[in-house]
Antibody
């Protein structure tokens, strides 16, 4: 069974940092592109970042570019999102999602981890 | 970046109704359009991929259609468990972009 389990969220002050993790199981993690998607309270879904299976290609949303870093450890089946210089508008549930190829789609999602940025 | 315009933003419907939600892209997606259902406090669930392919395990009352820039999600006969928010997602190019969502409420 495919499982994605996020962790690492919490309450952090503006300007602070967090590292989110997504533990994958039930599939060959190293074969899949992975994504982070966030959802602010009461708002819609926002794509944040994407990393290819070998980490060779990485993309970021303009809203977080320069502050967030996506990376992965295929040996440990882990996806990460390092988030720095946090702002109140980064408050959201952060989901990791697996992306299949041909056709490209986000087929499995984790349950999400909440990040709250507040003083 | 590709902009996704989803409509309506909300609708009220009754059990048994036929429901249609649309997404329009700012450029052609070559069919790389996906539909998700999200219930409160839960992760999104894939319903339709590649514009019209039904994800395994999804009831056949859900269907997708469209090509180019205009796409539609149809629920043929709304069931109580279908009251939720629906999103489209384009996976044609980076950055990936979602529609704004459509909340389906009880009439």
């Amino acid at each position: 069974e495919v499982q994605l389990v996020e962790s690492g969220g919490g309450l952090v002050r503006p300007g602070g940092s967090l590292r989110l993790s997504c533990a994958a199981s039930g599939f060959t993690f190293a074969n899949y592109r992975m994504n982070w998607v966030r959802q602010a309270p009461g708002k819609g879904l926002e794509w944040v970042s994407s990393i290819s299976s070998s980490s060779s290609t990485i993309y970021y949303a303009d809203s977080i570019k320069g502050r967030f870093t996506i990376f992965r450890d295929n040996a440990k089946n882990l996806l990460y999102l390092q988030i720095n210089s946090l702002r109140p508008e980064d408050t959201a549930v952060y989901y990791c999602a697996r992306e299949t190829e041909r056709p490209w789609t986000f087929d499995f999602w984790g349950q999400g981890t909440m990040v709250t940025v507040s003083s | 970046d590709i902009q996704m315009t989803q409509s309506p933003s909300s609708l009220s419907a009754s059990v048994g109704d036929r429901v249609t939600i649309t997404c329009r892209a700012s450029q052609s997606l070559s069919g790389y359009l996906n539909w998700y259902q999200q219930k409160t406090g839960k992760a999104p669930k894939l319903l339709i991929y590649a514009a019209s392919s039904l994800q395994s395990g999804v009831p056949t009352r859900f269907s997708g259609s469209g090509s180019g820039t205009d796409f539609t999600l149809t629920i043929s006969s709304l069931q109580p468990e279908d009251f939720a928010t629906y999103y489209c997602l384009q996976t044609y190019s980076m950055p990936r972009t979602f529609g704004q969502g459509t909340r389906v409420e009880v009439k």
